[in-house]
């Protein structure tokens, strides 16, 4: 079954501004993953797939880290020359 959510903020913590009200909300409802979770369920996903998924997502995080350390490492490099 899936998980109940409860995401408040009061006025009193915005100081009345409407506008940062909205922006808390918003802010508290991402660092929750609320949208990303109703994005995924949205529609049925065979595990397979999910795996699948899952295993690609790990694969470019992995190279894109990769890229950013060696960056780093070149950045240094430069630095030293």
């Given at each position: 079954?899936?998980?109940a959510y409860n995401v408040?903020?009061?006025i009193e913590e915005t100081r009345g501004d409407v506008g940062k009200l909205i922006?808390?909300?918003t802010k508290k409802v991402k660092?929750?993953?609320l949208l990303e979770e109703l994005r995924d369920r949205?529609?049925?996903k065979?595990?397979?797939l999910?795996?699948?998924m899952?295993?690609?997502s790990k694969l470019r995080n992995a190279k894109k880290a990769e890229r950013t350390r060696q960056e780093k490492y070149d950045k240094k490099l430069g630095a030293r020359k």
């Amino acid at each position: 079954m899936a998980r109940a959510y409860n995401v408040e903020v009061n006025i009193e913590e915005t100081r009345g501004d409407v506008g940062k009200l909205i922006r808390k909300f918003t802010k508290k409802v991402k660092k929750m993953k609320l949208l990303e979770e109703l994005r995924d369920r949205r529609y049925f996903k065979k595990p397979s797939l999910k795996r699948r998924m899952a295993k690609l997502s790990k694969l470019r995080n992995a190279k894109k880290a990769e890229r950013t350390r060696q960056e780093k490492y070149d950045k240094k490099l430069g630095a030293r020359k």
